[in-house]
């Protein structure tokens, strides 16, 4: 007990330097390059807050044995040939085939979290910020989060970019979470920043913005931090314009008690709740990247 309190006070910890590191890098850049103007301590801040800890904690607490069972189901299933071929690439071509892979898990994770109305009803927590800023980010149910990630992690494990049972430190599984992460905050951001032909290599504020619109162009620009695969599957939209207003419909409680409870019980005994979209997306048309 003493062992599993001074674990979650060291995470803890760990999250408030981190948390430190962050601020320090996007509020001065959010009052230089703001895309909207806002107050630096806007509405709903403190809740944000609360949800950066505990969904920064919690998820991994619930993950660690289911995804010590993928990686143990993993090993004895695939061919050896296949786990021994991504082992034996060298570690920055493992960490860029990695990146690739596990942002196509994640694509359909978010994907689904969208177009299945269980799943939506954690997901449209993340969805009702009606201004985005970095902190936005971190406004996640903890059922999304594991879901999220559980659905990304479970591609490196089949094919053996992750081999967290190799009984050597999981660094390529550690560096795609470590640089997703850090991304989810900068796509979030409030800046105005164009990036050119880049929008078409990398995720940029614009192509997530995007993503939360609230009306205009809804269920587009899935991907994390490649924006091919939203491509590959027809729900790419990065017009030259930014959104005009962002949220959703669904409704969603104020307080951070309420946000965390109701998406488990629902709101007046109704499950299933969906948002008003069209689960399958036609593809986009081709539009104008950049300015």
Request: glycine share 6%; no cysteine.
């Given at each position: 007990?003493?062992?599993?309190?001074?674990s979650?006070?060291?995470?803890v910890l760990?999250?408030i330097v981190?948390?430190?590191?962050l601020?320090a890098?996007?509020?001065?850049?959010?009052?230089?390059f703001?895309?909207k103007?806002?107050?630096?301590?806007?509405?709903?801040w403190?809740v944000?807050?609360?949800?950066?800890?505990?969904s920064?904690?919690?998820p991994?607490?619930i993950?660690?044995?289911p995804?010590a069972?993928?990686?143990w189901?993993a090993h004895?299933?695939m061919?050896?040939?296949?786990?021994?071929?991504?082992?034996?690439?060298p570690l920055p071509?493992?960490i860029?085939?990695?990146?690739?892979v596990?942002?196509?898990?994640?694509?359909?994770?978010?994907?689904w979290?969208?177009?299945?109305?269980l799943?939506w009803?954690?997901?449209a927590l993340h969805?009702?910020?009606e201004h985005?800023?970095w902190l936005?980010?971190?406004?996640?149910?903890?059922i999304?989060?594991?879901?999220g990630k559980f659905?990304?992690l479970?591609?490196?494990?089949?094919?053996g970019?992750a081999?967290p049972?190799?009984?050597r430190?999981d660094?390529?599984s550690?560096?795609v979470?470590?640089?997703?992460?850090?991304?989810?905050?900068?796509?979030?951001?409030?800046?105005?920043?164009?990036?050119?032909w880049?929008?078409?290599v990398?995720?940029t504020?614009v192509?997530?913005?995007?993503?939360h619109?609230?009306?205009?162009?809804i269920?587009?620009?899935?991907?994390?931090?490649?924006?091919f695969?939203?491509r590959?599957?027809?729900?790419?939209?990065?017009?030259r314009h930014?959104p005009?207003?962002y949220?959703?419909d669904?409704?969603?409680?104020?307080?951070?008690?309420?946000?965390?409870?109701?998406?488990l019980?629902g709101?007046?005994g109704?499950?299933?709740?969906?948002?008003?979209?069209n689960?399958?997306?036609p593809a986009?048309?081709?539009?104008a990247l950049?300015?």
């Amino acid at each position: 007990m003493t062992n599993a309190i001074l674990s979650v006070a060291d995470q803890v910890l760990h999250l408030i330097v981190w948390l430190a590191l962050l601020a320090a890098v996007f509020i001065p850049l959010e009052r230089l390059f703001a895309l909207k103007e806002a107050r630096l301590l806007r509405a709903g801040w403190t809740v944000d807050l609360m949800w950066y800890f505990l969904s920064s904690i919690l998820p991994g607490l619930i993950l660690a044995v289911p995804m010590a069972f993928v990686a143990w189901a993993a090993h004895r299933v695939m061919p050896a040939a296949v786990q021994d071929f991504s082992q034996a690439l060298p570690l920055p071509l493992r960490i860029v085939a990695a990146l690739v892979v596990g942002e196509i898990g994640f694509y359909w994770g978010h994907r689904w979290s969208h177009e299945v109305p269980l799943l939506w009803r954690f997901h449209a927590l993340h969805h009702s910020a009606e201004h985005l800023d970095w902190l936005v980010n971190t406004r996640a149910h903890p059922i999304d989060m594991v879901f999220g990630k559980f659905v990304g992690l479970v591609p490196l494990y089949v094919v053996g970019l992750a081999n967290p049972m190799s009984g050597r430190p999981d660094v390529v599984s550690l560096i795609v979470v470590i640089v997703g992460t850090f991304w989810g905050f900068f796509i979030h951001a409030n800046v105005r920043w164009r990036f050119g032909w880049l929008e078409n290599v990398v995720a940029t504020p614009v192509f997530h913005h995007w993503h939360h619109t609230r009306r205009d162009h809804i269920d587009r620009n899935y991907a994390a931090m490649l924006p091919f695969v939203d491509r590959l599957f027809g729900t790419w939209y990065v017009p030259r314009h930014w959104p005009s207003d962002y949220g959703t419909d669904h409704p969603v409680p104020a307080g951070f008690r309420n946000q965390l409870v109701e998406p488990l019980w629902g709101r007046n005994g109704r499950w299933g709740d969906q948002r008003g979209s069209n689960p399958q997306p036609p593809a986009p048309q081709a539009g104008a990247l950049t300015d």
